[in-house]
């Protein structure tokens, strides 16, 4: 067993991976704990889709950071990752979405992201299944992608290990070792390894860590579906991405059928305290019928989900954690020095983890980020701690309302 490392990074999820990945190459001796296998929890589970404009300037460039880092994947880390860049599609249903496109298109020219108007016959021209009726407005979003979810945190860890980075996979973080002056180690059932840094990249159990460390954490593990179909005849990997913004459901090709989620107004929230210590997200209780009834509630659009014919291949789901403005949630702990987090993915984690990764590793060791994370940092809560049933309810509406808060919030 190591005895010490610069950094212990817990968890090996898309955070987790990332920040140990480029941790590694700035020269650093990393551990990754991981409780599990190595990357096989919430991470391969993700539908993988990009979504670059943002609520902010700075959270559009750090999206938009994370695509080109997407696409140069193999390239940076010698590691396989499949990558479509298909363009999305974003469909307002009612004139207030149609307002919010707007206002989406001005953001993305003022960060350089491409996104425009189109017709909705140019719509239907890229997404022959889309349905005509019912749609207000349209963005299209050439440089938006989508990836094999499992394959980038996977990628990640190998990449970090090549570097040099020690992985331990089924081998916990159980305690710290804090001192006066801060973090001093990190306790494991294979003894202690002395660290002065520990990044929480613990997924669903990031609030149990930061509790471990002495630290709130306000977020809420929230259960996220998808389902994907057996091969339909025409649908192809050409097929955009398309977001529908009031049913909060999307939709895109895989492997030769459709790959359909979304976010429902009553989401199951859960309290991992209260789990056993042996849960892993493949014993997570999905529920199909949330997915039927957010493909019902798009027929206008995707009347394909309505053929009685159509058939699941696979349906997944697993715990994200969500924030009360629906926000990523990172940066150092507060009162505990050498204590840092990289959570609340708000279910857009996986795509942006390569630019936070990267973000992260420069504010640990330069000081500072290139980028501004002051949007999404743990200070911004500083003095508004909500007691547990405000907390879910805020996280519970950020969730419900995802394409509205993710853009505008
Ligand atoms: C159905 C679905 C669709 C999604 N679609 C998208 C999408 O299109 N785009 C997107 O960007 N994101 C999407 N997401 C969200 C994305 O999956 C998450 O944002 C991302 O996986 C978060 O990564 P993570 O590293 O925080 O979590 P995880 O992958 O869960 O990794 C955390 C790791 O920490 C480990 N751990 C926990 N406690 C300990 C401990 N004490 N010691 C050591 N290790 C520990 C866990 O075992 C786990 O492996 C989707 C999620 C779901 C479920």
Not at 116 to 127: G, Q
Not at 135 to 157: F, H, K, M, Q, R
Request: include cysteine; aromatic fraction near 6%; glycine fraction near 10%.
């Amino acid at each position: 067993m190591i005895g010490s490392a610069d950094v212990v990074v817990i968890g090996s999820g898309a955070f987790g991976a990332s920040v140990a990945y480029h941790l590694a190459r700035r020269g650093l001796r990393v551990v990754v704990l991981e409780r599990s296998a190595l990357a096989s929890q919430t991470s391969p589970r993700a539908a993988g889709l990009t979504s670059q404009v943002r609520a902010t300037p700075a959270l559009t460039r750090l999206a938009q950071r994370a695509v080109v880092k997407l696409a140069a994947f193999t390239a940076e880390t010698g590691q396989p990752l499949r990558f479509t860049q298909s363009g999305a599609l974003k469909i307002a249903r009612t004139e207030r979405d149609a307002e919010q496109l707007a206002r989406e298109v001005t953001r993305g020219a003022e960060v350089g992201v491409p996104i425009d108007f189109v017709t909705v016959a140019d719509a239907r021209r890229r997404l022959p299944i889309l349905g005509e009726r019912g749609i207000v407005a349209v963005t299209w979003s050439p440089t938006d992608c989508n990836v094999e979810p499992s394959e980038l945190p996977i990628g990640y860890c190998r990449a970090a290990e090549k570097l040099g980075a020690v992985l331990l996979a089924h081998m916990p973080a159980t305690g710290f070792e804090v001192g006066a002056s801060g973090v001093e180690g990190v306790r494991t059932p294979g003894g202690t390894i002395a660290t002065r840094t520990v990044v929480d990249a613990a997924g669903a159990w990031a609030r149990l860590i930061a509790a471990g460390l002495g630290a709130p954490l306000p977020v809420v593990a929230t259960r996220h579906q998808l389902l994907i179909t057996e091969p339909i005849p025409g649908v192809g990997p050409e097929f955009p991405i398309a977001r529908v913004i009031d049913a909060n459901v999307y939709v895109r090709h895989e492997r030769g059928g459709l790959m359909l989620g979304g976010y429902e107004p009553d989401p199951l929230q859960l309290d991992m305290a209260a789990l056993p210590p042996s849960f892993e997200i493949r014993e997570l209780s999905l529920d199909i019928e949330v997915l039927w009834r957010l493909a019902r509630s798009v027929s206008e659009q995707f009347p394909i989900f309505q053929d009685p014919t159509i058939r699941v291949a696979e349906h997944r789901g697993g715990l994200p954690t969500l924030t009360t403005d629906d926000r990523y949630l990172v940066g150092p702990l507060p009162g505990v020095a050498g204590a840092w987090v990289m959570s609340g993915c708000c279910v857009g984690g996986l795509s942006v983890s390569p630019a936070l990764g990267e973000a992260m590793a420069e504010w640990i060791v330069d000081g500072a980020p290139r980028l501004d994370l002051a949007d999404i940092s743990v200070a911004r809560f500083a003095g508004h701690e909500l007691d547990e049933t405000a907390l879910r309810e805020r996280c519970r509406h950020a969730y419900a309302t995802h394409y509205r808060a993710g853009s505008d919030r």
